[in-house]
Every structure is written in C-alpha cells, then in structure tokens.
C-alpha cells in the first residue's frame, strides 16, 4: 500500500522514498542487537571496538546515604554547581549556582576553566560550614583510574583546552579550589551523566526498600546519548555508546552526508549519536528537505534559512512532529520562523519527514538497549530497570512510547514487558551527589 500523509492522502513519491530510507527494517535492527552485544564484549576484553566500557569504579549506593553533597556539572559552554540535600532516597536541591565560558575559553587554559568552576563553588559554599565532599560530572570522555581520578581523553564539542589531556580533572580542580581556600571541599568522585541518571534511579528504588534490585542501565537521550550498564562481573560501565558504528548498514543518504562533512566529531566517530541524539535530529530533518526541494516541485525554498546549516533544530523537530493542529498552523509558525511560507501539502511532508527522523531514533535507541539488557541477561528473564533522562526524551512528543514500541518489535512482548523505563528528570546533579556520597563513606 502507498504510504499516506496523516490527513489520508498518498504522500509524494519522493517524500515515501525518503520515510522509506529513514525506517530501517526489523531484520536491520535485530543485527543491529546483535552487533552491539559483540561491541560490549569487544570492548569489555580489551580488543578493538567502537565501545570503550570505561570503567566507572562507581558502587551501587545502599539507600540509606545522607547528608550535603556539593556537585559540578561541566560539559560545555554552560555549567552549574548546586548543593543536594540527601536523605530516604531523596535528593534535593538547595542551592546553586550556574557559571558560563567565554567563546575564547574553550581554546584557553584549563586553569582558567578550572577557576570558573571554583569562582562558582565559592559562591555556593559559602553558607555551608564543615568538611563537605564534591561529585564532578564530566561530560567529556575520560578515563579513569579511580573513582577521584579521571584522565582527560581528548576533548569533543569543540573545545581544545590547554593543559587537559591526559591530565586528572580532579587533581586540577582540587588545586583550583585549593588557590581559593577551599580545602575543606573535598573532590570524592567524577562521573558521567548516564552513570548519575543509573545511581540516582537506585538510589530512590532502594531509598524504600534496602533489599530492592537497582537499575543497571542509565541512559542519556539529549543533545549526546549514551548507556552505562551495571554488567555481572565487571561492574558499573559507561559504555561511550554514542561511538557505536554498527549503524553505518542502517544509514540514510543524509546520514552518510553529516558524517562527513562534520569536522567534530570527525567523520567515523559518533556515528550511533549522529543518527539518534538530539545534536543532530534537526539537521537530518534539514538535509533531507533541501535534497527533495531540489528533485520535487516540493520545497522549493532556497533563498530561506533551511539553506544553513544547523539552522533547524530538534526543538523545531519536535515541534513539528507534535502538531495536530488543523492546516498544521504550528509547523507553520516552525518554517515562517525560518524564512518560509509553505504549502499545506508541504507542511504535511515535513511532518512525515520528522516524525520518521525521531522514530527512527526511538528504534535506534531501543536496538541499543536490549543490546545491553540481552548481554546482562540472553533470554530476559528478570526484570530490568533502565534509568533515562534527556531533552529528547523528555521533549519529542511520545518519545518514551516509541522505544517501548521498538522494544516490543525486536523483543517478544512478553520479554520486553519485563524491561521498565524509568524517567529520572535532572537527574545529572542529584545522581552525581549520590555517587559522591558513597565514594566519601568509602574514603572515610
Ligand atoms: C556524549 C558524551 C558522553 C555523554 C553523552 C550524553 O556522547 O561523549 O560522555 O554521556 O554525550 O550527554
């Protein structure tokens, strides 16, 4: 049968093609499980692989963790440092405080970073009194060697900071915080989101029951995605899986495009995030439009700032994937906003377009999971807990729903039944306090 738009009518031959080439078939996606179960064992045993399954050194928390925690959340041009109140599985924030980076910082040195950062710890400590311990969220790929020692690896989204690489970010903010006074501010751990978003899901489930099975996935779906896993035998893993490249048999012209014209990540690097993370959604809705406009009397709209790069956003995606409206007046609003008056027949197409975009992300991301979840357990026989968090997740409308669907069409029902979503909204600072917390009674 013809693919129809959502008004019934037969979609453009041209734009059925393009949904086609953006919807990867079930018997792709089961490879692509497949394909990532052997990435995590490749990566696990040290052999090459587009997984890294950094080790964390991050424990499960026991529930019953209290007290403040100070926490840093840096991984890019905006920053925050907040004070979280523990206690019963809760955690609360009372303060904070948020600092920004200067366009030049990014190439400048990173004692300066570090002294914005400890400029904004200042701030935010000074009502507090007594030895406190600090959690670094570190949304740079790092390697570590404790749970308080994190080697920069090199950097990613266009910073080029002096003096980082293979360097300790603890070390360096210890020191920072040390040329201010601020010894009594204790650096106990650094963390990735997706490790935060895991802890912080435990952290409540086992706040009400001691004896409860924690999470054992955190998974980030925002402007970057990736999963950290709590795997038998080896421990909390943050598995760097925006780097997976078993996607390259799934990709769309589009794809393939961004990938290599890109500059950073370079091409071949990020593959799995540059089809599925909100950084690059809008701009693969964006290229495929200007490729039809050219070979279809449809958006014919050069001239508007569908011509720049970036210029579309997954905002803007989301947007249009949502409206329901009648004549699609929302997406009308989206494309004016952008330099152009359209068609309804054309603001229909952007929606099939966008909406073949965020599901395939959806499935993508599902793929990904039960990678994961059938590496801990083949069969999925238990039942597994998946912390998620993410702008994307949180922002594309029935995003959550798409990947239990995803989940459902390359599981059985039954099985996939068995794996639960949990939504922990902002959960980076809270899960990164936890995780600091248990590092201090740790080092106690
Ligand atoms: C990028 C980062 C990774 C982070 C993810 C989600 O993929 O490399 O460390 O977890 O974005 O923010």
């Known amino acids: 049968?013809?693919?129809?738009?959502?008004?019934?009518?037969?979609?453009?031959?041209?734009?059925?093609?393009?949904?086609?080439a953006l919807t990867p078939s079930t018997e792709a996606l089961r490879d692509l499980v497949r394909a990532f179960r052997s990435a995590m064992a490749a990566g696990l045993a040290g052999r090459p692989s587009s997984l890294k399954m950094l080790p964390t050194f991050v424990e499960q928390p026991r529930g019953d963790e209290s007290g403040r925690v100070i926490v840093v959340d840096w991984g890019g041009t905006n920053g925050r440092v907040s004070v979280i109140e523990l206690g019963g599985g809760d955690a609360r924030m009372v303060a904070e405080d948020d600092f920004a980076f200067r366009e030049s910082d990014r190439t400048g040195s990173a004692e300066r970073v570090f002294d914005v950062i400890a400029g904004a710890v200042e701030r935010v400590v000074?009502?507090?009194?007594?030895?406190?311990?600090?959690?670094?969220?570190?949304?740079?790929?790092?390697?570590?060697?404790?749970?308080?020692?994190?080697?920069?690896?090199?950097?990613?989204?266009?910073?080029?900071?002096?003096?980082?690489?293979?360097?300790?970010?603890?070390?360096?903010?210890?020191?920072?915080l040390g040329r201010r006074g601020l010894g009594r501010v204790t650096v106990a751990a650094v963390a990735n989101d997706?490790?935060?978003?895991?802890?912080?899901?435990?952290?409540?489930?086992?706040?009400?029951?001691?004896?409860?099975?924690?999470?054992?996935?955190?998974?980030?779906?925002?402007?970057?995605?990736?999963?950290?896993?709590?795997?038998?035998?080896?421990?909390?893993?943050?598995?760097?899986?925006?780097?997976?490249?078993?996607?390259?048999?799934?990709?769309?012209?589009?794809?393939?495009?961004?990938?290599?014209?890109?500059?950073?990540?370079?091409?071949?690097?990020?593959?799995?995030?540059?089809?599925?993370?909100?950084?690059?959604?809008?701009?693969?809705?964006?290229?495929?439009?200007?490729?039809?406009?050219?070979?279809?009397?449809?958006?014919?709209?050069?001239g508007s700032a569908t011509d720049t790069p970036w210029s579309l956003d997954t905002v803007r995606l989301s947007g249009v994937a949502a409206d329901e409206s009648e004549d699609r007046s929302g997406t009308d609003e989206i494309l004016r906003a952008l330099g152009v008056i359209s068609t309804l027949e054309e603001r229909l197409a952007v929606r099939e377009l966008a909406r073949a975009v965020g599901g395939r992300a959806a499935r993508l991301v599902a793929a990904a999971l039960l990678g994961t979840l059938t590496f801990i357990d083949p069969e999925l026989d238990s039942e597994h807990t998946v912390a998620v968090d993410g702008g994307v997740y949180g922002g594309y409308p029935g995003f959550a729903e798409r990947v239990r669907d995803g989940l459902r069409e390359l599981a059985r029902a039954q099985r996939a039944g068995r794996v639960h979503l949990a939504y922990v909204k902002d959960s980076t600072s809270a899960g990164a306090a936890v995780i600091a917390a248990v590092a201090a009674r740790r080092q106690a």
Request: no cysteine; hydrophobic share 45%; charged share 20%.
């Open 126 to 176: 000074r009502g507090e009194s007594g030895p406190l311990p600090l959690g670094l969220v570190y949304s740079f790929p790092a390697r570590l060697e404790r749970v308080d020692r994190a080697l920069a690896l090199s950097l990613t989204k266009g910073w080029r900071t002096v003096g980082l690489e293979g360097h300790d970010v603890a070390e360096l903010l210890r020191v920072a």
């Open 194 to 302: 997706t490790v935060a978003a895991l802890i912080l899901q435990s952290y409540r489930i086992r706040g009400h029951a001691a004896v409860a099975t924690p999470a054992e996935v955190g998974l980030i779906l925002g402007t970057g995605t990736n999963q950290a896993a709590d795997l038998p035998g080896a421990g909390i893993r943050n598995h760097e899986s925006g780097n997976f490249d078993g996607v390259e048999a799934v990709a769309a012209p589009w794809d393939r495009a961004l990938d290599r014209e890109l500059a950073d990540p370079a091409p071949g690097a990020q593959r799995f995030e540059k089809m599925a993370a909100g950084g690059y959604l809008g701009e693969i809705l964006r290229r495929a439009i200007v490729d039809l406009g050219r070979s279809t009397p449809l958006f014919r709209w050069a």
């Open 1 to 20: 049968m013809a693919p129809r738009d959502d008004l019934g009518r037969q979609s453009h031959p041209a734009v059925a093609a393009a949904v086609a």
